[in-house]
């Protein structure tokens, strides 16, 4: 696995912060004002890690929202470069990013927002191999990934690694926002769905297309969970889904009970470990 890059150094052994400082109080003053957050909601942000998985439609509001709300460390994993097709959406990147990994302008864009945090970029694929390896660094676990086989993995990863797994989708005029979080009491994705289902069987939207600003929604709603999650406010969006039809102009949830059948998180689980994925073809 190769090594993070960096934005601001990352000293191990650190000391946590249990202060702001004169500049910290002032980039967050407008956040720091809510009686939810406070001083020390503030300090709970900056001593927090989040992995974003995908810098795409998804992953670009995720990114800038939480870089700008002041999460101490991010990472954000990604092997693709950045393609002209990608920028109606994808607002981490401009037209002179094209050609480039997109982490690399992930980078840039969260460190021009915010460089008082530390930003870890991982040009690569999250698979089984290098997954739990790089998900151990971090607390909770959101994504952006447009493919069943890697939201999949992070269900099932975030599940041994006993983290929360913030869950997101948007396809053509439709998205999804979920938290799958079995430690808490919650269910996990395969409480709703048991097995990944065929390619055939979920259309991507490279393939049927999808309206950028549907992505951008349902990004700002990932990007709340993690921070109520943080903070530990409000009721997040553990054993419920959220679904959102854009044409409609309706945000609709549903519960999501355990399924005590459940082939990972139940008393009846047959899956142990993430060797069913070793040997699969990347997506």
């Known amino acids: 696995m190769q090594e993070p890059n960096k934005n601001r150094q990352e000293r191990k052994g650190e000391a946590p912060q249990t202060a702001l400082t004169t500049d910290q109080q002032n980039r967050y003053s407008r956040q720091i004002l809510l009686n939810e957050m406070g001083e020390e909601g503030q300090l ?10 995908g810098a795409g439609g998804l992953g670009s ?3 800038l929202y939480l870089a700008g709300a002041g999460i101490g460390t991010l990472g954000i994993v990604d092997s693709d470069l950045v393609d002209l097709s ?12 094209i050609g480039r990994p997109k982490t690399e302008s992930a980078r840039e864009s969260m460190g021009a927002i915010n460089p008082d945090i530390v930003i870890n970029t991982y040009h690569e694929r999250l698979t089984a191999h290098n997954g739990p390896e790089i998900m151990a660094g971090y607390d909770i676990i959101v994504e952006g990934s447009d493919n069943f086989a890697t939201k999949f993995l992070l269900n099932d990863a975030a599940f ?5 797994y913030v869950f997101g989708g948007a396809v053509r005029f439709d998205g999804q926002a979920s938290v799958f979080f079995p430690k ?14 065929p390619a055939s069987a979920s259309l991507t939207c490279s393939q049927v297309g999808v309206l950028g600003i549907v992505a951008g929604q349902v990004g700002l709603i990932e990007a709340a969970e993690v921070v109520k999650l943080i903070l530990g406010k409000g009721d997040p969006l553990v054993g419920r889904f959220l679904a959102y039809s ?3 102009g309706e945000f609709r949830t549903f519960t ?3 399924n005590p059948d459940c082939p990972l998180c139940s008393e009846k689980a047959t899956i142990k470990d993430l060797s069913g994925y070793y040997g699969a073809a990347p997506e």
């Open 44 to 53: 709970k942000l900056l001593r927090s890690r989040v992995l974003i998985v």
């Open 61 to 63: 509001p995720i990114a």
């Open 86 to 97: 990608n920028l109606h959406r994808q607002i981490l990147h401009a037209t002179t990013d």
């Open 160 to 164: 041994f690694s006993g983290k929360p």
């Open 184 to 197: 808490s009491g919650g269910p996990c994705l395969r409480c709703m769905i048991p097995e990944i289902p």
């Open 246 to 248: 854009c044409l409609d």
């Open 256 to 258: 999501v009970p355990k």
